[in-house]
């Protein structure tokens, strides 16, 4: 009996467990949606690893602040227009009239447990969010991860940079201080330029003549409903392109068009981004505790009849804001309409400047007839006229965005406006020509260390003399990782158009856009755009004699 007993426990303690309730529900949840399947696909995908990947991260954490403190600050802010009488605990605007909009801002800043902290840190994630989209764009843009299978991919990240400015200006549009009213004073003088429908737009948004008392109304659920909304479905498709394709990675060895090296997804590269998430919260909250911004009660109400002095928009602003600065008051009137040439013309050249920046990728790839997939990174050297011009148009930028300021310039560097004015002027000209002329000319330079480098191994600071005397620096051979990475690079010929006389002597017909094709070709992959690398015989030659000191 003993040993029958000692066979059953034995065979039982082999019996599985019954599952238990979260089991249950992970199979209850798997059967019908397909979890297990999605997530072993998905969890351990290899991700590489750089800092410039960061810069997309926080872009999607200063995201998620903003929902998270947008939604605390929509409990307690009031979007109308209705004129009160102040009596709160700000005592200097005390019987002072405003709007109720104006006066839960102010509520909020005095009166709402943590309500300053929670708006100075929406306020910084906005500016830190259209920051880090931008930067990160532009390491996209110097790379080339923007090339084949991603072009659909920058479409969506250029359409948030642009959502966030417009998303930035009605924000920072609602409290109806002083400031915020002159931001839309400045943009219903931009819309009423537009010719023929301007001043129909104008009544529609304002609903009558400015400032009317619907704007605020009016913006309120497209700055927290409308623009967000989208944006959000623009974030969630973008990670699911990064996820679908594989994800871009910087030249090196071991890395190729079908390799990836990196960290799994789950659990390495969640742990890094859940810390690096806490990380962006906890500097963006620091930064709303000890750093002040957009103090409405230092500004009061808004009144049509005053305009804060020094008044400046948000820096992603300020380079729209520099091009009608700077324009001159051009004016022309015929069949008794004006057209405001001075006011138009910047207002039309603010998109037109963004768009040149999201339609480049289209642009580079009709040139290269390159429809290859890419998932390994240029270097930006290597291409030494994109990353020209993506210098020139941030130079563009910096240059607009002193012109924005050229009143708190001129104050601040005891300088004349106009003398900053007429600088701006002509900087909006020359100076993305010498920004991409120099950037040009530095790439150039890098390519030739780098190649001297391959041929002649790296400079040690060792001094020898030679038997007859002469002294030399001795190199040391570069690692063979080392010579991969520089060398990785292809170096294919431009697009050309080929004999325009056939073998008959017949005149083969070339089309405008195959003559223009073939020029830009020439100007941005030809001889005069980069430096042949070296080749193995080059470096046999060098290595396997005295040649290599």
Not at 149 to 159: C, I, S
Not at 202 to 218: A, Q, T
């Amino acid at each position: 009996m003993d040993g029958a007993r000692s066979g059953n426990e034995t065979a039982g303690s082999t019996r599985r467990e019954p599952a238990g309730t979260g089991e249950k529900l992970a199979d209850w949840a798997d059967g019908r949606l397909g979890l297990y399947g999605l997530a072993k696909a998905n969890m351990r995908k290899v991700f590489p690893d750089h800092w410039s990947f960061m810069l997309g991260e926080i872009c999607l954490y200063s995201f998620l602040i903003l929902i998270l403190t947008g939604i605390y600050l929509t409990l307690f802010f009031e979007p109308s227009g209705v004129e009160v009488i102040y009596h709160g605990s700000y005592v200097p605007l005390n019987g002072v009239p405003m709007t109720r909009a104006y006066e839960s801002t102010l509520d909020i800043s005095f009166d709402v447990r943590g309500g300053l902290l929670i708006r100075q840190i929406h306020h910084w994630a906005a500016l830190v969010f259209v920051t880090g989209m931008l930067v990160h764009m532009m390491r996209v843009f110097f790379t080339g991860a923007f090339r084949k299978p991603r072009e659909l991919n920058w479409l969506f990240g250029w359409t948030l940079l642009f959502l966030g400015i417009i998303t930035g200006l009605t924000g920072y549009s609602l409290p109806d201080d002083l400031l915020s009213g002159t931001g839309i004073r400045f943009a219903d003088g931009a819309i009423l330029s537009v010719p023929i429908v301007g001043t129909y737009l104008s009544m529609f948004l304002f609903g009558g003549e400015f400032p009317g008392h619907d704007i605020i109304s009016r913006l309120f659920p497209v700055h927290v409903l409308l623009l967000p909304g989208i944006m959000l479905g623009l974030v969630v498709a973008h990670l699911i392109l990064v996820f679908y394709h594989k994800h871009t990675q910087y030249p090196g060895p071991g890395r190729d068009q079908k390799t990836v090296v990196g960290m799994p997804f789950l659990p390495v590269y969640m742990a890094k981004a859940g810390g690096f998430f806490f990380l962006v919260f906890g500097v963006l909250a620091l930064m709303g505790g000890i750093a002040s911004i957009n103090p409405v009660w230092a500004f009061g109400p808004y009144r049509p009849d005053l305009v804060t002095t020094g008044a400046q928009p948000d820096w992603y602003l300020g380079f729209s804001e520099g091009l009608i600065r700077v324009m001159p008051g051009w004016e022309l009137n015929f069949w008794g309409h004006t057209l405001e040439l001075g006011v138009f013309i910047p207002f039309t050249l603010f998109p037109l400047l963004l768009l040149a920046l999201g339609l480049y990728p289209f642009l580079e790839a009709w040139i290269t007839g390159d429809r290859r997939e890419h998932h390994i990174l240029d270097r930006p050297r290597n291409m030494p006229v994109r990353t020209g011009l993506g210098a020139a148009w941030l130079a563009l930028y910096v240059v607009l965005l002193i012109g924005g300021g050229n009143d708190i310039v001129a104050t601040h560097l005891h300088l004349s406006i106009n003398s900053i004015t007429w600088f701006v002027r002509v900087s909006f000209f020359v100076a993305p020509v010498v920004t991409f002329l120099v950037t040009k000319r530095v790439c150039m330079g890098l390519q030739r260390k780098d190649r001297d480098k391959v041929l002649h191994g790296r400079e040690s600071g060792t001094i020898r003399r030679l038997p007859h005397g002469e002294f030399v620096e001795v190199h040391e051979p570069l690692a063979q990782d080392q010579l991969f990475t520089l060398t990785q690079h292809e170096q294919n010929p431009p697009y050309e158009i080929g004999p325009l006389v056939d073998a008959n002597g017949v005149r083969r017909p070339v089309r405008t856009g195959q003559r223009v094709r073939a020029r830009l070709a020439r100007v941005m992959f030809g001889s005069e755009s980069h430096i042949p690398k070296p080749t193995v015989e080059e470096y046999r030659e060098l290595t396997s004699g005295d040649h290599h000191h």
